[in-house]
């Protein structure tokens, strides 16, 4: 019955409709600009990356989700300044970065962290959770780079 149009249609079902059509996906601005401020957020983000880089830091990452690579590649950050990346499953440390020749390493290896360092957290959505294992593990000062979904740079 739902296929013909006939059916009911639920409350909940309703209500999430609504607060659907008030999201941007209904914004001619947010969709208009979309690509610029794609744009804008990575050329930012490479452009912080790669102050703290020229100036000797280690750059590192910390997660490696698919979104990692993609992420890389649009913010020009390869692997001739991410070193190495951090990450809490096992089954991916050990491996690589996809179309990169980025290691993953295990995220117990945190304390062997060099001096002047920069952690890129590139599975942004647990930054909180990852923010709280470096806290837990790291002994020297770290800074903290979050690039989504708004460039955050943070000294802990």
């Known amino acids: 019955m739902k296929k013909t149009g006939q059916g009911k ?11 659907e059509k008030k999201s941007n996906l209904y914004s001619d601005f947010f969709l208009n600009n979309w690509l610029e401020n794609v744009n804008f957020s990575m050329q930012s983000l490479n452009k912080v990356v790669i102050e703290y880089y020229n100036k000797g830091f280690t750059v590192v990452g910390y ?12 913010s020009r950050l390869t692997e001739g300044i991410i070193s ?3 990450e809490d499953n096992e089954y991916k440390v050990g491996r690589y970065l996809p179309k990169t ?12 962290l060099p001096p002047n360092n920069v952690i890129v957290i590139l599975a942004w959505n647990f930054a909180e ?15 903290v780079i979050i690039p989504l979904p708004h460039l955050k740079v943070i000294n802990i």
């Open 9 to 19: 249609i639920s409350f909940s079902a309703q209500q999430f409709l609504l607060e």
């Open 63 to 74: 997660g490696a989700p698919t979104k990692a690579t993609l992420l890389l590649k649009l």
């Open 84 to 86: 190495y990346v951090y």
């Open 101 to 112: 020749s980025i290691i993953i390493r295990s995220s117990l290896e945190l304390d062997s």
């Open 129 to 143: 959770d990852i923010i709280k294992n470096i806290k837990s593990q790291v002994k020297k000062s770290t800074t």
